[in-house]
């Protein structure tokens, strides 16, 4: 390279590799104004703009976001509610089903009493007819007995039977006396 | 500088193959120009003038583009905004990282841009000639880019850090360091600078004189069976103008992904 520096000054004046003053100075006037138009106010009204475009361009992708984003808490929401719902119509039905239960537990517990009631109330009438037949048989059988023994007697014994209370009696002990074999 | 007597155009004069007449090739006379005006002892001329042209289009295009800049933009905004982001993005951000890179930012942006608008002049009818073929053009970019990565250095490392930097001082090299640290020292201080310059004047001037040899040939070949060498002839500046088209932007690229590895280097903990 010195050695292309030494032939270019020794060379004539002609040498291309030799820069001239003048055209350097030229040179740089030229390019300082690019640079000062462009640094100075040039390139920072685009940057200004391109970082608003940017700005622009995030915001617009950004609402998009918090669209979607509420979008998909409304979805959730949605899918909670609609959880709770079933949720609930489980529980519903459920608690219908344990109500059923309970109330046909209870509707048979009445059936029953009234079944066992209705069964007392026959036991009481039967006992009741039993007793009055049993009465009206003493009575017959004392009066029958009484007929027969006044006409095996030949006179009536009926009133001094229903004074003396013997047939009552004899019939009470045989009354006993069944009881008791029973 | 007076001009040469073979500045004068090809077109100009009637010199054609079998006419006795020599080809008059392009050389480096191709690259002096008849001041337009002196003003206080110094010659202004047409790669000056485009230059200056260059400003007033880069700056131009922006200001239209980018002056009142609209959210959603216009065609033409569309369009600076994807070349503003080529250079930051692409470039900047790759090289020196988003945070690091962005004050550096405007200063490429600006350099991407005039640098291309200047190479462009080349394959423009009637301005055809690419400014940093000029060695002080690029001579001047490459100053400015050279002012930052060293003054980013010792900002960065301090003084005897910075030209740890700039040697690559690294102990780990035992006794070759010193030898080391002298050619990076040399590379880095010296020659980077002048193959950054040289690399965008290079190969504009290898393009112009490319396009040159083929043009002028086109013409100089149109005489009897020579015709036909010049369609062929011309049919290469067509192809060259593409390629050069090509060439125009890629220089401009690696000029200024050249000027962020050195910001990069300098910014760097370890050489």
């Known amino acids: 390279m010195i050695a292309l520096l030494e032939l270019a000054q020794e060379g004539e004046t002609q040498n291309p590799l030799l820069p001239a003053i003048p055209e350097i100075v030229i040179g740089l006037i030229a390019f300082f104004i690019v640079f000062g138009f462009l640094a100075k106010k040039l390139l920072p009204n685009i940057n200004k703009v391109l970082e608003e475009r940017r700005e622009a361009i995030e915001g617009g992708i950004e609402k998009a976001d918090a669209a979607q984003s509420e979008a998909q808490s409304v979805l959730e929401q949605y899918k909670a509610q609609l959880a709770e719902a079933r949720h609930e119509a489980a529980r519903l039905r459920q608690e219908a089903l344990e109500q059923g239960t309970v109330l046909k537990e209870e509707l048979r517990a009445e059936g029953q009493r009234q079944r066992d009631e209705i069964i007392a109330a026959g036991h009481a009438q039967i006992e009741a007819d039993r007793k009055q037949a049993a009465q009206s048989l003493r009575q017959d059988v004392g009066k029958l007995a009484t007929d027969l023994a006044g006409k095996l007697v030949g006179e009536s014994l009926e009133d001094h039977a229903r004074q003396s209370r013997t047939i009552d009696r004899f019939l009470s002990e045989l009354e006993e006396k069944a009881e008791a074999a029973r | ?271």
């Not at chain 2, 583009?65 to 470039?91: C, H, T």
């Not at chain 2, 490392?157 to 040399?186: C, Q, R, T």
């Open chain 2, 1 to 271: 500088m007076s001009a040469d007597p073979t500045t004068v155009l090809a077109f100009e004069t009637d010199c054609h193959i079998f006419d006795g007449c020599g080809f008059p090739a392009p050389g480096l006379h191709s690259f002096l120009f008849e001041p337009m005006f002196t003003a206080g002892g110094v010659d202004f001329n047409k790669p000056m003038l485009l230059a200056l042209l260059s400003t007033v289009l880069v700056v131009g295009f922006f200001w239209a583009a980018f002056n009142k800049p609209k959210l959603v933009p216009g065609k033409l905004q569309m369009v600076a905004e994807a070349g503003y982001d080529f250079v930051r993005r692409g470039v900047v951000y790759e090289t020196l990282g988003k945070r690091e890179g962005e004050k550096y930012v405007p200063i490429m942006v600006s350099l991407f841009f005039f640098i291309w608008i200047m190479n462009i002049w080349a394959i423009v009818p009637v301005a055809q000639f690419p400014v940093p073929s000029i060695i002080g053009f690029p001579v001047a970019l490459a100053l400015i880019v050279y002012v930052i990565w060293v003054s980013v250095t010792f900002k960065r490392h301090g003084f005897v850090g910075g030209w740890k930097n700039i040697a690559g001082y690294d102990k780990s090299l035992g006794p070759v360091l010193p030898v080391v640290m002298l050619i990076e020292l040399f590379s880095n201080l010296l020659i980077r600078p002048f193959t950054h310059a040289v690399r965008l004047f290079a190969n504009m001037f290898a393009g112009h004189v490319l396009l040159l040899i083929f043009t002028i040939a086109s013409w100089y070949l149109l005489n009897g069976i020579g015709i036909a060498y010049a369609g062929i002839s011309f049919v290469m500046v067509i192809l060259l103008t593409a390629f050069e088209l090509f060439i125009q932007a890629l220089q401009a690229y690696v000029f200024i992904l050249l000027a962020c590895n050195y910001i990069q280097g300098a910014l760097a903990e370890h050489h």
